[in-house]
Structures are given as structure tokens and as C-alpha cells.
């Protein structure tokens, strides 16, 4: 029979098995689309991985919960009962044709992290909490990361009347999901019961293979704001309307995305801006737009170098509007400032990543993370693991297993750190 | 009780009658929508209107079918049976969020001719038929006037394979309309059948307004372009890719739409050029678009002006694309050459018009008709009723009641005229 051998699958290395299980988790049931990988918040898809993800939960020797903003969660008790938990973790949600180990391969790795105890049958002075955040990337509703905002307690209820792309409510979404008249309030943790939060997630950049490193230790991640601005004209025939009497919405607007890309190249300090999602209302051929919506993403170091941005692009929209005699809105979705790890964390990761021979990169994150948001329920640190091309949110978003294997490795370490620093 | 007296509805004159009863088309279940009129081809909205335009065909002396590809047509037959028939009307779709007269206001002042015809017991030595062409619009498929191309035996049978926005193909759409396997050829009329076909419209453009008349007598309707600009880049996550390294092409569309405007702006000859749908895909905030698409719809009064805008334009988008490595395909959707009117049906619209007391003004069309594809089945002309402020493709589209009783009298001195030429 050795003609056609196969690597016994039980003996993927962990980390490596990480990797493969998000593989798995790329097509459907776990997508919402044939060819592509996108699970949104709230979805069938979403719920299927929740599914899979509770089976290897409960394999590696957790106990599983959903708590009341749809994150999953594992528990792997401390050698003392209801002991504070470390929690490691990251989202299980994707953008629309995204990748397939943004955020969830940081959930996986803590999963085989559990594992690993397990299978050393070693229980710790905390309890290990895995979680798997439902909503990172808002790539359904307007706002991101409700799911770890809920569980920091700092979730603003009135998110539950957003509505996605086909009107649906959150609040009727979380409905459909089976949970009904979500109180946000019980998905809050003490923060006494959170002894530290730890995510591993792929950089999604292309600092880490630019130097030939595995890994990276997270300063800090990137202020970011959200914002939409709408420009409103006159609807109009396209045919009899003649060009000067015009007040078309459009060519503002592209105006408007052109001091976009302007402002933000000529900046420094990390920023960028992205106009991501471009819509003319009514959206016909042969109409003139009346209005035309386009959504802004500006981020930088540090929120002061974020605001002046916005604070140009905005002044120079509202420039572009007057003189075309366009009504303007500029409305602010979301305000994250920048958010350092913690620097007793950071030094235990870094003497982790450093134990596994892996020469650790101290970098900041452009892409905003569940981390930033527990932040404040706890002290945090980020892993993060070298993906090809710094490509992600892109179907060819690729990892190697081997640096997946490095990660675990890391992680366990950071693990034992952070025993002999709690019981120190 | 004459404190509370209302005027008699069945006093109301004929032609301020087809406004009222546009009026009443204005909303469910003549719309698709609760606070607006959208009433597309092929919808329930579509189908509610046929039913209340039946009934109205059938109380005005006509009996009433639908052809195969759904448009409705009444025959008011003429004194001998199978004579040849003027046709009039015009189209009974609406774009999203429309105006109640555009199209819809022809089909009622159609009507009103035969009822005044049948009242007065008159029989001409043609038939007349009234017909309510079903997508002249194109605002739920990519073509437009598949319905009266169909009549005119110029539809390409491909078109059945278009899809709308929610990708249902325009072959379902027939089928769940009642119609399945549409053979368009059934519903082509043979030249010798059809007399002449008349469109009486809302002008949708300011000029009979600034004259202060009532109605105008279209010369010609402008040469049109249709086309669908694709431009790709790379998608990728919009914190963690330099503004340096993006090759986003949202920007590229941006200046793109700014050539779209300067080069129709500096045209003359009627040249207008529209972007009426801009889609930035995937379109998530937070990821930088992987490709945006938008509409071009390009209009002069000849097709070598138009021709050459269009050049122009392509020619810009190119050095554009160029420019940001950006990839660029450009796809022609439709191609409507200029429409003269008929000169010696215009002559006898002129002479109708002129009796009617109102100086005729003669004018070209930039809003493309379903005359101009009838023109290919037999000679066409156009009555042009003023609307305010130009206004049109818009809930505030408005005309004068009094304005629509003269064009109502305006189309029975048109058939007498015809009917004296027509014995000569």
C-alpha cells in the first residue's frame, strides 16, 4: 500500500494544522460565495465555521460558550477554578472575496496553543479563554469590531439599528442568527476576570518578508477614522440636460477622491486613505446623478496626524462643493485612536519570538485590530506572522506553514512567560 | 350641497384627462416603490399599469392584446377591416425615482384621440393603434427600447440573455411576467401594416419653457453612445499598503470622469456626456478596490460629433490608465445613430399644431425616443409638450393641463391632416 501513502493527517504539526483548518474554512459551507471566500458577520457562513470551531474547541479540551454578541468561546480551566483568564484570540469574520487567514488563523493558533497543554496535560496559575470576535472587519454593517467592543464593554447600543447593504437591522440580524434581543451588556467582562489579551494575525503588510523574518512584535496599531461623505446635485436627463446648466454630483466627487489620494501621499507618519466603496444615486445610465456617497478610511500613527488629514481632505471637499454649487455631508463613522501594546506584554512576547530563534521585529500596525479594542478591558500584545507580498483582503493572501509552526512555538513560550511573570 | 361641489371627473377634457390618469400611475401599485415612482419593465408595477391601460383602451372603443414582447397595443379599427394603422404612443417604464409624464403621457393623449374618434363616431381610412411600449428606458436591463426594436424588427434576440441587478437574464424576467420563450419576431410588424407612427412627449429640456409655447415639433433626436468603462487595479487592505505601492484604480476613474465632463463641456452640436453609475468593487471601506466601473452615455446632435467625443474620451481614459498601470477595458452597449423626423409628417404635425393656435416651434430631441427605432418600420413624428423648468427623470417633472388639452387637439387636427393627405 505505500504506492499511495498519505501523511497521516494527526501528524500535522501544530501550528501547521492552524493553517490548514482556515483552508478548510475557505469555501463554502464556510463562504457565502462559490469561488470565494466571504463570510460576513451573522451569516450561514459565519455560523457553519462557528460550527467546526466549537467541534475543535471541545477536541483540544475546552469547554464552549456563545455569548450574547455571537463571539465563540473556548475555556481551558487554570489548576485553580474561575481563575482570571488569559484570552487569545482574534475574528472569524471576513471581508468580501478576503483571504483565509485574516483573523482566523490567530483563533486556530489558539486553539493548537490549547492543545498543546492538553496534551502535556499542564494547567496554568490562569484559565486560557480562545475566542473567535464575530464582526472585525464591518464588511456587513457600517461599524467594525461590535463583537470585541461588546466584550471590552464599550459597544454603543444603538449600533443594533445599523443596517447592511440589503436593510436589514443588526438587531434583526442577530435575530435571524437565534439571538433575539441582544443586551450587549452580558458579552462584557470584568476586567479582573481578563488577565491579558494576546492576538496573533497576519501582518497584511510587507515589512516582516522585506527583512526575511517570521515574526513581528505590534508597538502599537494605527489611528483610523471612517467617515462618508455625500455630494448632492440634480438629478437630470442625460440627454436634454446640456452641460453647463448641470449640477452633477459626479465629477465633484471624483474630485473629491483625487484629494484623497493627493493629501494622503503627500503625508507622513504612516498616513493613507482609501475610498473603498463609490456609489450615484439614482444609478442609472441615463440619469444625472442627484447625489453620489463615497466612503473614506484615513489612518496614521498617531490620531494627530490622522485628524489633520481629515481635517485638510475635508476642508478641501467643502471647497470643491462650493464652487460647484453641490450640497455636502461629511459624516464621521467610526473614531479608533492609536493604540500602543502593553510594554510589559510586548518585552514577554519579544523574549518569546526571540526564544524560538526568530530575531523579533518591533513594528506598527496600519490595519486597526480586535486588540486595540480590548485594550481597554486589559493589557495587550500582537503577534504578527509574515504573509507573501503583503497581500490581504485579496483571494492570494498566502502564509507558509513553517511560520505558521514559529508562531505556535512563540505563543506557547509567551505562554510560559507569562506564568513565571504571574507567579513572580 | 354646492359648498362641497367637486367638478365631474367625466367633465374633465380630453388630454387633461391623460394627465390625470398619469397622475394616477404615479404610485403603487403602478410604482415598485412606496414614495416614489420607479415602475420598470417587466415588474408588478408594469403589469398593474397594463391592466387599468387595458380597461381604459377597451372603454375608448379598442380592442386590446399584448404583443410578444409585452407591449400593449389597442386597435381602433379604421373603415374597412385590416387597413393599415397609425401607430401612436410611446413607453409605459419609468427610470428609478421618475417623473409621472415621461413616456406614460403619450400613451394617455393616444388614448384620448381614439375616445374622441369613437364619441364622435368617426372612422378613418386607416386604423389607428394606440401602443404602450414596455422598456424604452433601460433601467432594469443594459439595453434600452428592446420593446419597440422589437416592433420594428430590429432587436437582437442576444439581449434575451442581459441581466438585471439582481442577475435575473431578461428571457426569467419575460417568463415570470407571463411571457416564456419570447420570440421576438412574433411581435415584428410588417411595414405595409403600419402607416406612420407618432410620439407625442414631455420635451425634458428647457427650451419650449424659455419660448413660452405650449408645443414644439422634433426635427431630429440625437445620435447616442452607450458604453460600460472597466478599470482594474489591486485590491488590498486599506491600512497596510502605502499610497506608493497602491495601484488603486478609484483615482484612475476619478480623473477619468473629470474627461468625461471637460471634453463634452468644451464640445458643441449638443454634445452632453453623462456618468449616471459608478460600483468601486469589492466595495468595503476598508479595502482598497480591486476595480471600479462606470456608465458612459454620450449624446450629439450627429454621430460623427458624438463619434468623436467618444474618441476623445477613450483616447483620455487610456493615457489615464497608462499612466497608473491600470488595467482598462471599454465595452460599447448600444449605438443609436441620429433620427430625423419624417419631413412630410412633420409638415402635416407643423400645420396641426399651428391650428391649434399655438406657433410650433421645431426643435431636435437629445432624449432618444421609441420613434427613432420606429423610423426604421415606418415615417415618424414627434410632439414635444412643454415641461417645467426642463425638468425631467425626476419626481418634480411637472406639466400644464392646459397644455396637454392643446396637444391632445393638436394630434386630432395631426389624423385629420392625415387622413386629407392620406385620400389625396
Known sequence: MDGGARPDPTLIPLGARAMARCDLLGAPPYSEAPDQL??????????????????????????????????????????????PALMIGSHIDSVRNGGRYDGALGVMLGIDCVD???????????????????????????????????????????????????????????????????????????????????????????????????????????????????LTGTAGHAGTTPMHLRRDPGPA??????????????????????????????????????????????????SAARDAAVAAITAEIQTIAARRSIGLTVELLQDLPESPSDPVLTRLLEDAVHATGVQPLRLPSGAGHDAMVMADLAPTAMLFIRCKGGVSHNPAESVRADDCVVAHRAMLAFIDNLEREHRA
Open 38 to 83: 466571504t463570510r460576513r458577520f451573522l451569516t450561514p457562513a459565519h455560523r457553519a465555521a462557528l460550527d467546526v470551531l466549537g467541534d475543535w474547541m471541545c477536541e483540544a479540551g475546552m469547554t464552549v460558550r456563545l455569548d450574547a454578541a455571537a463571539n465563540l468561546i473556548g475555556r481551558y480551566e487554570g489548576s485553580t477554578p474561575d481563575a
Open 253 to 302: 466627487a471624483a474630485e473629491a477622491i483625487l484629494a484623497v489620494e493627493r493629501i494622503c501621499a503627500a503625508g507622513s507618519g504612516g498616513l493613507v486613505g482609501t475610498v473603498g466603496r463609490i456609489t450615484a444615486l439614482p444609478g442609472a445610465f441615463n440619469v444625472i446623478p442627484g447625489a453620489v456617497e463615497f466612503s473614506m478610511d484615513v489612518r496614521a500613527e498617531t
Open 116 to 230: 498543546a497543554l492538553a496534551r502535556a496535560k499542564r494547567r496554568l496559575p490562569f484559565a486560557i479563554e480562545v475566542i473567535a470576535f464575530g464582526d472585525e472587519e464591518g464588511s456587513r454593517f457600517p461599524a467594525s469590531m461590535t463583537c470585541s467592543r461588546a466584550v471590552a464593554g464599550t459597544v454603543d447600543p444603538t449600533v443594533l439599528t445599523m443596517r447592511d447593504a440589503d436593510g436589514m437591522t443588526l438587531s434583526d440580524a442577530f435575530a435571524a442568527f437565534g439571538l433575539p434581543s441582544v443586551d450587549f451588556t452580558k458579552a462584557a467582562r470584568k476586567s479582573g476576570d481578563v488577565l491579558a489579551f494576546l492576538e496573533a494575525h497576519i501582518e497584511q503588510g510587507p515589512r516582516l518578508e522585506a527583512e526575511d523574518l517570521a515574526l513581528g512584535v505590534v508597538t502599537a496599531i494605527a489611528a483610523q477614522k471612517r467617515l462618508m461623505v455625500r
